[in-house]
């Protein structure tokens, strides 16, 4: 594993050399910051109903019965405020940590704890601290360090024991009206199982000629047109692997008090860059009817091109309407359709309690040569405590079945507790 802490140390340099001239405004760097602590406690199994060996498992020449990890995992999250004057600066600080519970060296490999790839033993624990030094102008802010991305190109994932990180430098700027711009560079990512920093690369169903990359530079931003219809562009590249344009719209629509239609698109068009051969278009879209409790939603996805979609490698979401809990269904050529239902149980008189559930199949792919289709089922049953002792406290199960040609067929739980602590 290469670690590359650059950005970090960049951040707690600049971070020291621009708050020492400005030590008389320090009261609002503290009077307008936030510390908190999340606790997560994460168990995840995963059946494999079909013949399936890792690297560990082919040493040992058997199969892979599961993928068992049982972490508790802790996040540490400063905020500060920015000094007073025309520019503001400002420190953040993030630490993460992941511990063992239960997990062996023939059932690693979640996602969710830490491992030696070739002999599938697992962590005792994992870790990762990260700063970010920002300055800001009016309501434009540049930082510069650890981030947690929520870019329609570059969605950072958090659906294991701890969430995955990126270093780099980022621009916000909120000053035009109606408008929201960002632009940045990325050059590490750290995986959500990983202590350390890694190059970037990419994945693309059928693509070849990917490496390493330098460096993941983007530009783009949102714009609300009206108070019910937003639209947002970006452009965004992998160096050395794949281009990428993002284009989407979201409109909202009020029927009467308690009915409501959301229509959205999105398209994504990756070119190759390099030696690579991607070439993927990729058109969605989604229209959800909600009344009261209930939501239903359909999405209806179609892949032209002769690869999947490419997105960056490491656990990274594609920001795709069927991206799922288990697969992503953006292999080359596929067309995938999703129906998907959601319940607040505070209709029936018991707030904090949540059904979510979704169906997604997909076809019109092969592997290895072979027409192909596979589909899955999810189901999130999620409870926040509502008061007691236990205020505030997260309980999740999450169930999944996916099916598919030529592939692993896998059945899966998930029981996640989790709590945040606001110390201030």
Request: hydrophobic share 35%; glycine share 10%; net charge negative.
């Amino acid at each position: 594993m290469y670690y590359d802490n650059r950005f970090t140390l960049k951040a707690a340099s600049l971070g020291c050399l621009l708050l020492m001239p400005v030590m008389s405004a320090r009261a609002d760097l503290i009077k307008d910051s936030h510390l908190s602590l999340d606790a997560r406690n994460f168990y995840m199994n995963r059946d494999f109903r079909d013949p399936y060996r890792d690297v560990p498992a082919q040493r040992k020449n058997s199969d892979k019965v599961k993928a068992e990890d049982w972490v508790q995992a802790f996040g540490l999250r400063f905020e500060s405020g920015f000094t007073e004057g025309p520019v503001g600066f400002g420190l953040d600080a993030l630490g993460l940590v992941g511990l063992k519970l239960d997990s062996g060296a023939g059932t690693t490999g979640t996602g969710a704890l830490a491992y030696n790839p070739a002999t599938g033993k697992p962590s005792d624990e994992f870790s990762f601290m990260g700063l970010t030094a920002k300055a800001k102008v009016s309501k434009t802010q540049l930082a510069v360090g650890t981030f947690q991305p929520l870019l329609p190109v570059l969605f950072r994932n958090d659906t294991r024991s701890l969430p995955q990180t990126f270093e780099g430098v980022q621009l916000q700027s909120d000053d035009l009206k109606n408008t929201q711009v960002m632009a940045g560079r990325f050059d590490r990512s750290r995986y959500r199982d990983s202590s350390g920093n890694d190059r970037m690369k990419m994945v693309a169903d059928g693509a070849t000629g990917g490496v390493e990359s330098d460096g993941f530079d983007f530009v783009g931003g949102t714009y609300t047109f009206t108070p019910a219809l937003t639209g947002t562009y970006y452009y965004a590249t992998l160096e050395s692997n794949y281009s990428q344009q993002y284009a989407s719209l979201i409109h909202k629509l009020s029927l009467n008090e308690t009915v409501s239609l959301t229509s959205q698109f999105r398209y994504f068009d990756s070119r190759h860059q390099g030696n690579t051969n991607v070439d993927n278009k990729n058109t969605a879209g989604m229209l959800t009817l909600a009344n009261g409790p209930h939501s239903v939603g359909v999405v209806y996805q179609e892949l032209h091109g002769e690869t999947g979609m490419a997105f960056v490698f490491g656990g990274t979401d594609p920001y795709t309407y069927n991206t799922s809990t288990y697969t992503n269904f953006l292999r080359a050529h596929e067309r995938s359709s999703q129906l998907k239902y959601e319940y607040n149980f505070v209709a029936m008189g018991v707030p904090g309690l949540t059904l979510m559930g979704r169906y997604v199949t997909g076809d019109n792919f092969e592997i290895a040569g072979q027409s192909a289709s596979e589909w899955e089922r999810d189901i999130d049953l999620t409870y926040v405590v509502q008061d007691t002792a236990l205020k505030g406290v997260r309980l999740q199960w999450r169930n999944v079945m996916y099916r598919g040609s030529n592939t692993v067929d896998v059945d899966e739980n998930r029981l996640i507790v989790s709590y945040t602590y606001a110390f201030w």
